[in-house]
């Protein structure tokens, strides 16, 4: 036994000076400060019409994104008192690495030019969100996967969400601000694949001697990631939203649905389960359901009822989703989801992909004004109709969940 984890210590360690290494050698050769980061003047074979959006280095944007995928996704997934520290570790080595990892792929897509990648407060932003979403696949598989293969998934799950982000955003033209598609259903439904791939039947005893191992520490990471949460959620919703006006409309409908989810989880949990009042862990998943769904429809006209409605409705589908979807999926399709990624990422990421698309049909000059052209540039132009884009709305989701299903059995 000391012998195995002797090579298991040095496989993690040969494994991040490797990576590490690899990276460095990388940034040498391809990376760049971006010109539209800096006040000198632009060269004419670069597109710095996004100039003024660097300036988010300067702003709470970047920062709020920042912490909100180190501390609130990094705390949410280490709810299990027998992993929690050392669980937390690890989230902070793989978001070390994958935001490296992200800045290379992503740049590769948006921010290569002249066989350089320039960076900037953008790409940052979005290497970051790519992270979120292999954090999310970690909380499928934690408990059963060692740090190795959690970087080995993180180097391929990089890629793959880089590759659906750039297919869905830049080549269909699909709204997706808040990441539902991008990040929450790409990220749950791939870690769920690689969790079936990697299905243990003898794992079960272990994890139901984990249940029992929750105590006081559950809660207190449930506690710390919730008030994340609701402190730097809605600017991780609207970071992509590069004009004020735009960005208004995201974080309020993001607010709203909130409250509204955390509200349904105390009219529910109580029918469900023998407890007066709901656990910090079950207020923590209805958070992030209500602000999952607004991740596609943030800032569409969804109007404060609206988004009251639909993070309402998720607020309730979340604990059904764990009291009635979870045990199927563990007896009938062998998914053993540690953290319940399906119920507080997957479902709220594909309803906000569905009311995404249902919004979408609604969108109009008269309803939308000047703010068509931001959500809806297409539109606008008018070379797409507002029926066409619904349905690229819609196709993105299938799309979304095929390369995540398919990503994640290779990655098993």
């Not at 003898?202 to 990631?225: C, I, L, M, N, P």
């Not at 607020?315 to 999926?329: D, E």
Request: with cysteine; glycine share 8%.
């Amino acid at each position: 036994m000391p012998e195995h984890t002797a090579a298991s210590r040095l496989r993690l360690s040969g494994l991040c000076f490797l990576l590490q290494i690899l990276n460095i050698l990388l940034f040498a050769v391809l990376v760049r400060y971006s010109p539209a980061s800096s006040p000198g003047r632009c060269p004419a074979q670069l597109d710095c019409s996004r100039r003024n959006q660097d300036s988010g280095f300067q702003q709470p944007r970047f920062q709020d994104v920042h912490i909100q995928v180190l501390l609130s996704f990094g705390l949410l997934v280490a709810f299990l008192g027998r992993y929690g520290p050392g669980r937390a570790a690890i989230g902070i080595l793989i978001v070390a690495f994958a935001i490296q990892w992200a800045v290379l792929i992503q740049g590769m897509f948006y921010f290569f030019h002249n066989g350089k990648i320039y960076v900037g407060a953008q790409s940052m932003v979005s290497a970051d969100f790519c992270t979120a979403a292999v954090l999310i696949s970690t909380g499928a598989v934690l408990g059963r996967v060692n740090p190795v293969q959690m970087l080995l998934l993180a180097l391929l799950e990089v890629t793959l969400c880089t590759l659906n982000e750039y297919i869905l955003l830049s080549l269909m033209g699909v709204s997706d601000s808040g990441r539902s598609l991008t990040v929450h259903t790409f990220g749950a439904y791939f870690g769920l694949m690689v969790s079936r791939v990697l299905y243990q039947p003898h794992e079960d005893q272990r994890k139901s001697e984990e249940r029992q191992d929750q105590g006081h520490r559950t809660d207190v990471f449930a506690v710390v990631g919730t008030i994340y949460l609701w402190i730097f959620w809605p600017s991780f919703t609207s970071a992509t939203t590069v004009h004020d006006n735009a960005e208004n409309w995201a974080v309020l409908n993001t607010y709203f649905s909130l409250v509204a989810s955390t509200v349904s989880t105390f009219i529910l949990s109580p029918v469900l389960y023998e407890e007066s009042t709901p656990r910090m862990v079950q207020i923590q998943d209805a958070t992030l359901a209500g602000m999952a769904v607004m991740g596609t429809a943030g800032e569409m006209l969804v109007t404060p009822f609206g988004a009251l409605v639909a993070g309402f409705l998720v607020g309730l589908i979340s604990p059904l989703g764990f009291r009635f979807f979870t045990p199927v999926l563990h007896s009938r399709l062998k998914i053993q989801d540690t953290c319940g990624v399906h119920n507080v990422h997957g479902l709220p990421g594909i309803l906000g992909a569905l009311l995404g698309t249902l919004l979408t049909l609604l969108a109009t000059a008269d309803t939308y004004g000047d703010r068509l052209e931001l959500v809806f540039p297409l539109v606008a132009q008018g070379s797409r109709t507002v029926t066409d884009q619904a349905f690229i709305q819609l196709s993105a989701l299938p799309l979304t969940l095929l390369l995540a299903t398919l990503g994640g059995c290779l990655t098993g």
